[in-house]
């Protein structure tokens, strides 16, 4: 959901970094593929290289970024809070209005047999 | 500034963990990569035979690659067990999810009590309606002809007209009756004791 975006934020970098890492791997086979042909394709190769080396990089270092975050941020304890008393509200609500919905269908209903 | 907090052992143990497997993964990737694009190079003097050669070098690259691989996946297995320690340890980002969600429910809540009043007001007014015809018609005409709620309903202008002929009296009446109504009450009064002032 777009609502939580603080937490979204941080999991889909973390999304982010699990697609580079498969790309990480997809570039090895790349240059390992591009070095078994005869005729090897040097500028394929050295941008295929250069793409490997900067995404462990860049891997490296929003891994090292995260957890150093979750250095600062982790307490050890667990978190307490909850939305159970507001869930709760507005499900009594929705109750309400579903028992008004009710009430209001009988009294069409009487109105109709007092028609016919 | 943030400073480290003193995190229980195993919180912080745990973070140290992830760090070594982080570095240890990508060295290993780096290394085996570097090892491969090394043993690719295609020397003239070689110790064995070149078939003898070849076979190593072939099996040695098999091996490297499945390394890369192994730690790569072993990366893919750090993040996920980044993002459950993140969903689960980072409270800024959990207590603002919580407060988002109090408020969608907190709003869909009075939506719904916004709604269940004005919904009140015009059934109530509607209702009002329906007790008054419902009242009127099965104490004077509803019961004595049988006549539907719908037609008596109908036939209420008529009905109000005589009932306002009934009713002008009746309420006209507390008025001019002060006279008659105070003359009736001395009348009692000069029965029982001396009257009031008025009479004389």
């Known amino acids: 959901m777009a609502t939580y975006s603080l937490a979204n934020e941080r999991l889909r970098a973390l999304e982010d970094i699990e697609r580079e890492i498969g790309a990480i791997l997809q570039n090895a086979g790349t240059v390992i593929l591009e070095l078994s042909k005869e005729k090897t394709n040097e500028r394929l190769l050295d941008r295929q290289a250069a793409a490997f080396t900067a995404s462990v990089q860049h891997v490296e270092a929003e891994l090292s970024g995260q957890i150093r975050y979750l250095t600062q941020v982790a307490t050890g304890q667990p978190h307490e809070g909850s939305s159970y008393s507001s869930r ?11 028992y008004a919905r009710l009430k209001l269908s009988d009294v069409a209903r009487t109105c109709e047999q007092m028609l016919e | 500034m943030a400073q480290q907090r003193a995190l229980p052992q195993s919180k ?145 202008d008529l009905d109000t007209d005589s009932a306002d002929g009934l009713s002008a009296p009746v309420l006209a009446s507390p008025e001019p009756s002060a006279g008659p109504l105070q003359a009736a009450a001395p009348a009692h009064s000069h029965a029982s004791g001396p009257g009031p002032t008025e009479h004389a």
């Open chain 1, 88 to 98: 709760k509200d507005c499900q009594m609500a929705l109750k309400r209005v579903d």
């Open chain 2, 12 to 156: 912080e143990t745990l973070l140290q963990s992830y760090n070594k497997r982080l570095k240890d993964d990508v060295k290993s990737v780096m290394d085996n990569f570097t090892e491969i694009i090394k043993s690719a190079k295609i020397e003239d003097e070689t110790q064995v035979s070149r078939a003898t050669q070849g076979e190593q070098d072939n099996y040695e690259m098999h091996v490297r690659a499945a390394n890369i691989v192994r730690a790569g996946e072993s990366l893919m297995k750090l993040v996920s067990d980044l993002k459950q320690f993140l969903i689960l340890n980072d409270f800024p980002s959990v207590n603002e999810a919580i407060d988002q969600r109090n408020q969608q429910l907190r709003a869909l809540q009075e939506e719904c009590d916004r709604k269940l009043i004005a919904l009140r007001d015009e059934v109530s007014i509607d209702l009002y309606e329906l007790e008054e015809e419902y009242y009127s018609s099965s104490s004077s005409l509803c019961e004595a002809n049988g006549r539907p709620l719908c037609e008596a309903y109908w036939r209420l």
